[in-house]
């Protein structure tokens, strides 16, 4: 197979211009662009190599996820999963058993996953594709475990909608907490009042700037009381605290879940 | 502040060529240098900015850690955190309450932190800094709380050692399980006992063409039976299966540990 060249490689600047993108053109991904961003993913610093993954190209299986959230023009959908199921065959393999607690299994695999998808969403960028991350993923496990038979003790972590973007498309570099108020140094630092709503400024200023909430359409409804806040003054800060006010699962608990699918607490 | 300049800034050679470092030099990191590798973190793709993180530059605490597994020439060591104490600042201060599925929290605050940390170690590269993670963090859980005052509802996920390499230190790109072993197109795929074997070898050979376990004497002991495995066979598959045959936890459960660190699972 010919080796894809990418578009952009700078390492810095694929960093601080990455931005989600939701829209994408009508063009197909190469097989060898997308063996090239496979592979920078599975470079990642991993513990235990505990993450594989499913991706499609198939236009109906895309369709037919969209009400879960999936981006209608997304041209490669990609679920990466915790993997324990490959793990063990490993051990098997090597006439181990795993005796292993099931929640560090599972905070070890989320790291290595999400080390993984790191790297996916940067090379992604590198060859001129825009991604979206859709954190829902676990909450519609048992139709992707149909749709993709994905064995017990594989769990998707989180969806990337991957595509070349729709230029027509809006996306500005979204803004971040400061520094400040996220690293610190031989302390932590709880902030004063004062710090805090500065913090949340520069995130809802940032937002309210772009427009971000307005276009999209996006409040979160509240469940009680009346609404008084309208897109002028909706913001990320908002929109992050309507988030987890309720339980944010509708399908019972993630840890009831994930002991459907073969994990164990006890 | 001066801007500091990246070493390498090439993102594909950055993903491809980087491994573990564990030896650095005498050499300070200047602060230019770790704030922009401190900001390139946080570009990371966010769900909700669930990460905070503290860092040292402290002689003394660096070596306080080395039983813990820190390095000890370690320049700068970062420990990102899941941080929901920031967020329900945030969240109170718009005059909401958190009331949300902690397992859940912690989950997408896990893929938060793991997002920056990604980004953190490409950026180190890019600045010309060697790191190696260190996932026992959250089992010296209890001595990170005391020693850089973290508060209820904040925890340190992982360990980052950071510092200019040795040159003198032996490393080398590490291999990974074949494609073929890790993504699946549309359906999960479960091996056959010789792609299972395939897979395996490509680890086990490749370390041992690199005198891996043999160099660093890291053979984790049987807890039971004769070990006949010596330095001629003992390789990634063998190591990593090691770790997961017992419980890997001397304090209790992971979950009763995030419990007395102010999480709720009931």
Excluded at 18 to 47: C, H, M, Q, T, Y
Aim: hydrophobic share 40%; net charge neutral; glycine share 6%.
């Amino acid at each position: 197979m010919k080796s894809a060249r990418p578009i952009y490689d700078n390492l810095f600047e694929v960093i601080q211009n990455r931005r989600s993108k939701r829209i994408f053109l009508e063009k197909s991904v190469p097989d060898d662009v997308l063996e090239a961003i496979l592979n920078a993913g599975f470079r990642a610093p991993f513990a235990a190599q505990l993450c594989s993954l499913i991706y499609t190209r198939d236009r109906k299986k895309i369709k037919d996820l969209q009400p879960m959230g999936v981006y209608p023009t997304t041209q490669v959908l990609i679920f990466p999963l915790i993997d324990l199921n490959r793990h063990e065959q490993v051990m098997n393999q090597r006439g181990h058993s795993y005796n292993f607690d099931d929640t560090l299994a599972l905070w070890l695999g989320l790291q290595d996953v999400s080390l993984v998808v790191a790297n996916l969403t940067l090379a992604a960028e590198g060859y001129g594709l825009g991604s979206v991350l859709l954190g829902a993923a676990p909450i519609v496990a048992d139709e992707l475990v149909k749709m993709f038979n994905i064995p017990k003790r594989a769990f998707p972590v989180v969806g990337l909608c991957l595509g070349y973007p729709d230029p027509a498309e809006h996306t500005e570099i979204r803004p971040r907490y400061p520094l400040s108020f996220s690293a610190f140094e031989d302390k932590y630092h709880q902030p004063s009042n004062k710090e805090l709503l500065e913090a949340m400024k520069v995130m809802d200023e940032g937002y309210l700037a772009q427009d971000y909430y307005i276009e999209r359409q996006i409040k979160i409804p509240l469940l009680k009381g009346k609404d008084s806040i309208d897109y002028d003054t909706y913001s990320w800060c908002e929109h992050i605290s309507r988030k987890f006010i309720s339980g944010g699962w509708s399908k019972g608990s993630l840890l009831d879940t994930l002991r459907k699918h073969g994990f164990n607490f006890d």
